[in-house]
């Protein structure tokens, strides 16, 4: 009962403080992107622009008296000065109406952007890109944590060997991001040898069957998921040798070996067993870095992920969007440490959730 | 001897018969017979993949000189260039110092920013920093355009040849003009209050004006001035140099720049618009002060305030010295943009708009074979920058340019704009009478047989045209009505239609009606009345405009179709006169609103689906209801669509039904709904429209759009190949 209160009272406090970062960091967010509201006037003169070019410059005004065209400027302008609301001061409560919709999750009504099946609802918006950015992220990524795992077990055990040496030479190609050798690769594949799509989520037109809709969508994945490990496997695949390298020379595992035990069950044991919190850390960070998407290597693909859609609400000042995408980011990043609180519990036997100093 | 006339005669009638049989066979609307679009957002990847065969042609008007260097060296490349946009320099008037922080602002001295015009080298920029994607530009007027290309090209040359680069020239002004202004040369450098002068350049950063601001600053240090060079992009400057206070001493040289993209035939409105307060209410605009000459010519211009094309050849002659003395903006270059294709592809590609812009590019374009021969059918694999980021609905869905490509393949105008020149060519009704009131600065081109002009000292408009909707009672509100001691109008245009407009198929197998046209006038009006169940806001200003100017529908006869068309509003061009009267966000002559076509039914749903707040056709309204943006091809709003026409079909529906009952029988209206169900059912949308191709299918999140060619259109495909040729003088 006493642990169980510990606990609880634990997950409160740990709960409050994320929750309290969460909405600081939100409120930050929301202020530095409106530039303290500043924004506002860029706002005004961009729309006020944007439609007086329209109604002056369209020939089939000629004709409409000056005064007629000017007071059509000001209505529509105002118009859309209403819709976005900078009929309204920022400070305070257009702000918070930002803070609050984003935080309640209820996300709101995009301000510029449409879904791609034409809603205005944020949820909508993100909600139809998030297949295309998990099943090419999630698929990339899970692919390099796990080869970049297996190999690093595979180098520590042959420590010094050619094979670890050469993977210590290759390392430094990590320092290009995916999207750069995206561009080879697209180069190679596509333009010169024409054997892979140049990018795009499928064929086009798309396959109207499911299966020939995944094939197709598989071919698409080939290169983006390639572009990706090429440019992370090398760097992960050194940073897990080195820990595991670290893990593998501690007294226990010296001990092991002198027992006799086998390779594999040391590995199990004596090695994964105490670097299995920092190996669920990493996974689940970067399985919520999938929700992000990747903005240049999207582009470069032509993959309609979110962090295509996210340049998009950032190039269009679209707040509601922007913020929809990190508050999302935020409660997905608050659970999973919260969450890592418990798992580490579990799977470690020196961490205990409550338990307080020793 | 005989039997050889008998025989030449069964030959000659052969013959004909053939030719006929030929003539029966001969394709219809559209040399393609698929059209399929996909995004391509990499503009150097999209020209790679047209280089590489895997498509036929990018669309997008790419300005980049690298990548026009390698289009141009790939000889299984082709491209077409357009123009319409423009670089120039604004000035900052304000002084002889700024109010807001005593800064010495050289610029308000006409004298000296008329010598700008000798300091810079324009042959630099358009061939140096723009890389050849561009003309150089001398005054407010598109080069390349109809005022001065071919009205006053004589005018222009000789503001070319006057205002040629002389730096000498323009050294020897900025000496003697900015002693006066206080300023004394320290060194080489200019000096006023114990300080240099500094001259704030805001540069734009998005484009090639990013090395022309910084050619031009440093042109200026040359001259013994400093610079503080501000990078900003578009956003981030125009608080600054178009709505913040000029007298607040921000800024002294924006690099502007400017888009049209459609031919303007009249650029008479440039000279106030550029120049003085009348163009604009932005705080910049209200600080010119003009020399009460250009002013009075310049007002002129803006109102059309002329008799005849001669005096307008003396009032542009007058305002286009005056501007270059007046420069408040120092005009750089025309931009020229291009897009590139594969060599055996051609299309008809709009002057200012490209082949995005062309309003006949589903018409005319095609494949050639290795000879150059025209073939019939084949895929054309297009790529644009970005598509479907709006839904589309015609009454206020997307109006993307890159969207507005396929919307114009499936719809059609009244009319198709000369990819040439700008001016019409009927495409719906067969010809045209302009009246015109006595005076008035209108014009025929001899070349356009289809189009009459008259003049007559007072155009009556008749009583029983109409002139207004009454929302409540769905009525019209005619002109007797509106007007009990009778009204005038400045033209009158009567458009006759064949006989055939009534047996013209649309894509769901339904055929034109004169309840589409009838529509067409109403809901453009009716959407900006508060009375309305489809009353949007966004709709009363474009209203109000055009009010100020409309008076009145007649339909004359209604099978074959005459329509007249009474207005206070006209253009130089008879032709341009004829078909823009009734505009209101759209056409009255044939449904295509502003956004693309939809005939009565289709447009229907989303009146329906908008009176029972289930969805709005404009994107303000949609976001103050909170409900889906109208779209018929995807989404949300398709099942709403679908809703409604289930509704329409059991109750055998018609819309605006006081009035319409007139032009709409129960028989029509069941069998639209039927044929649209079935339509439906087999596309899944209800993009219905006329044009040669259909929409087969959109995929929004794949952004693809596949476009068939329409088999059962009727005019044949050769109608406006001609407008692949160049344009005879």
Known sequence: ?358 | MQLDRRGMKWVAVLLVALSVAAGALARTGAWLDEVVISEENNLGAAVARVAAGDSDVFIFALTDAALFAQVRSNPDLGYVRNVGSTSELTLNPVGPTFPGTGALNPFSVPRIREALNYLVDRDYVANEIMGGLALPKYTCLNGPFTDASVRYPDIYNLIVEAYANDPAKAEAIFNEEMPKLGATKVDGKWMYGGKPVNLIFLIRVEDERKRMGDYVAGLLEDLGFETTRLYRTGAESSPIWMNGDPAAGQWNVYTGGWVTTAIARDQGTNFAYYYTKIGRSDPLWQVYENDPAYLAVAEKLWNNDFNSMAERRDLFEDAMWGAMKESYRVWMVDRTAFSPFVKNFRVAADVAGGIYGSQAWGWTAHFVDAAGKRQEGGKLRVLVNSMLSNPWNAIAGSNWVYDMFPIRGTGEQAWVRDTRDGLVWPLVFERAEVTAQTGLPIASDPRHTWCTLKFETEIKVPADAWYDFDAKTQKWITVGEAFPNGTTAKTKSVIYYPASLYDKPLHDGTKVSIADIVLAMIVPIDRAKPDSKIYDESAVPGYKSFMKVHKGYRIAQRSPLILEVYSDSYQLDAELTAVNGGVVAGSALFPYYSQGPAFWHTLTLGILAEEKKLAAFGATKAGKLGVPYTSYIAGPSLDILRAMMLECLSTGYRPYEPTMAEFLSLSEAVSRWTLLENFYKKVGHFWVASGPFYLEKAYPIEKVVVLKRFADYKLPSEQFMFLLDPLKP
């Open chain 1, 1 to 358: 009962m006493k642990s169980l209160l510990a606990v609880g009272r634990y997950l409160i406090v740990r709960t409050l403080m994320v929750g309290i970062t969460l909405v600081v960091g939100c409120y930050l967010i929301v202020i530095i992107m409106n530039m303290g509201g500043k924004l506002d006037d860029v706002r005004r003169a961009e729309i006020r622009s944007n439609v007086a070019s329209a109604i002056f410059l369209d020939p089939s005004n000629r004709g409409i008296p000056a005064d007629a065209l000017k007071v059509m400027v000001d209505e529509l302008a105002e118009l859309e000065y209403e819709r976005l609301g900078l009929d309204r001061p920022f400070f305070p409560w257009r702000s918070l109406e930002y803070l609050f919709t984003a935080l309640s999750l209820k996300l709101g009504t995009a301000e510029q952007l449409t879904s791609d099946t034409g809603s205005r609802s944020v949820a909508r918006i993100l909600s139809e890109r998030l297949p295309a950015t998990l099943v090419l992220f999630g698929t990339s990524n899970l692919l390099l944590f796990f080869l970049a795992i297996q190999f690093a077990l595979f180098l520590s055990r042959r420590y010094g060997s050619l094979v670890d040496r050469t993977m210590v030479g290759l390392a430094p190609l990590s320092s290009a991001p995916g999207w750069f050798y995206g561009i080879f690769l697209i180069l190679i594949f596509a333009a010169v040898l024409r054997v892979l799509p140049w990018g795009g989520l499928v064929q086009v037109p798309p396959p109207d069957t499911a299966p020939a809709y995944a094939l197709s969508l598989l071919e698409h994945m080939i290169l983006p998921v390639l572009a990706i490990t090429i440019g992370a496997l090398f760097a992960n695949v050194y940073r897990w040798r080195t820990f595991f390298l670290i893990y593998s020379s501690e007294d226990y595992v010296e001990l092991a070996k002198a027992k006799g035990l086998s390779a594999r069950g040391i590995q199990r044991r004596y090695i994964m067993r105490p670097t299995l919190p920092t190996i669920i850390t990493s996974l689940m960070l970067i399985l919520i870095g999938t929700w992000q998407g990747q903005i240049i290597l999207e582009t470069v693909f032509n993959w309609p992920g979110l962090g295509r859609q996210y340049l998009a609400a950032v190039n269009l000042n679209d707040t509601p969007v922007i913020l929809g995408t990190l508050v999302i980011y935020g409660y997905l990043l608050a659970g999973t440490l919260l969450l890592l609180e418990f798992i580490y519990a579990l799977v470690d036997p020196r961490v205990r959730v409550g338990g307080g100093k020793v």
